[in-house]
């Protein structure tokens, strides 16, 4: 299991940074990004800080935690220069909060943050075919997510990933020990998105991918 999308106590998680990484090595993770939810009031405070714990964890265990950071409820317009500080602070995973049907997230958001230098758009929501192409286009990764109410729309984005071909990912949206997956229950939910058992393993190599890319290990 790879997951590339999950919240510590930095933002609205319950564990500190240690614990998460801690339960997710003991479920047999291959990897795990901590990616709190931030805007304008505390990005500059998260990513130093899991750049830190992330570093000091990879000397020990052979999980990968990477740092990253969530751009949550942002106005559209103000997030691709964020992402752009939040890159230069360090977050090797940048995700942004996409269009849920289950929150109310402003509209525009999945363009601006397609727009963007990001690597994943989490649960998009009712995204559209220009949207699924723009991602396509940019080397967007999208999210199939296991979080409640988020996943009411695993169908329909992977539906328009897979017939435009755009990336997908799976994540969990971890807030709590609970949240975390089996490798059995992850591949349980890719099926009920009507994707095959060959798709899991290609959203898997897609996640490891993106750490290829992002990810430049620091130990300290």
Do not use: W
């Amino acid at each position: 299991m790879i997951d590339l999308h999950t919240h510590c106590l930095f933002s609205d998680g319950e564990l500190i940074p240690s614990e998460l990484i801690r339960r997710a090595a003991a479920l047999g993770y291959e990897a795990i990004a901590i990616t709190d939810h931030a805007d304008v009031s505390n990005y500059d405070f998260i990513i130093p800080r899991l750049i830190r714990v992330c570093a000091q964890m990879n000397r020990t265990m052979t999980i990968r935690a990477i740092p990253g950071i969530e751009i949550t409820h942002v106005a559209p317009d103000d997030i691709p220069p964020l992402a752009d500080d939040a890159r230069s602070l360090g977050a090797a995973i940048v995700i942004v909060h996409g269009e849920t049907i289950v929150e109310p997230v402003a509209p525009g958001t999945n363009r601006k943050a397609l727009e963007a230098d990001i690597d994943i758009l989490a649960h998009p929501g009712l995204i559209t075919e220009e949207e699924v192409k723009l991602a396509v286009r940019k080397g967007i990764s999208l999210e199939i997510t296991s979080r409640s109410g988020h996943s009411l729309t695993n169908g329909h984005v992977a539906r328009l990933a897979r017939m435009h071909g755009a990336r997908l990912v799976l994540n969990t949206d971890t807030h709590a020990p609970q949240d975390m997956l089996s490798y059995a229950t992850a591949q349980a939910i890719v099926t009920g998105a009507g994707l095959s058992p060959d798709v899991f393993a290609e959203m898997l190599e897609m996640s490891r991918n993106i750490i290829r890319n992002r990810f430049i290990e620091n130990r300290v």
